[in-house]
């Protein structure tokens, strides 16, 4: 897959909301290998059908939250996603819970 398609499509993946955009650092490079970091732009607005008229002051910036790194080399384009707190979370919260109950069927 080429960058700019792996791009376009981590664009279309984060914009589930008309308040969100998806932003990119500043490319680094080192050892044959480029690193683009990812990020989402969280607005909040007044009225969210008219987040883009930043003109008019309906929308203001509060977060730009990282979500992953591109990494581009000679051979492939990856996407590496970010492990965020809520994830971990819910994936201890789920392990924790399938625990409890096989430790409870299996209890004699």
Known sequence: M?????????????HQHP???????????SDNKTHIPVGIEKTSCK???????????ECETTKIEPVGIVEVTEEAT????????KKAATILGVGLAAGFLIGKL???
């Open 47 to 57: 009225i969210f059908s008219k987040c883009q008229d930043e003109e008019n002051g």
């Open 19 to 29: 308040c969100c955009k998806t932003v990119y650092g500043e490319p680094l490079s």
């Open 106 to 108: 299996t209890k004699k």
């Open 78 to 85: 990856t996407y590496y996603p970010f492990l965020t707190w």
């Open 2 to 14: 080429k960058a700019k398609e792996l791009l376009e499509q981590l664009k279309g993946k984060f």
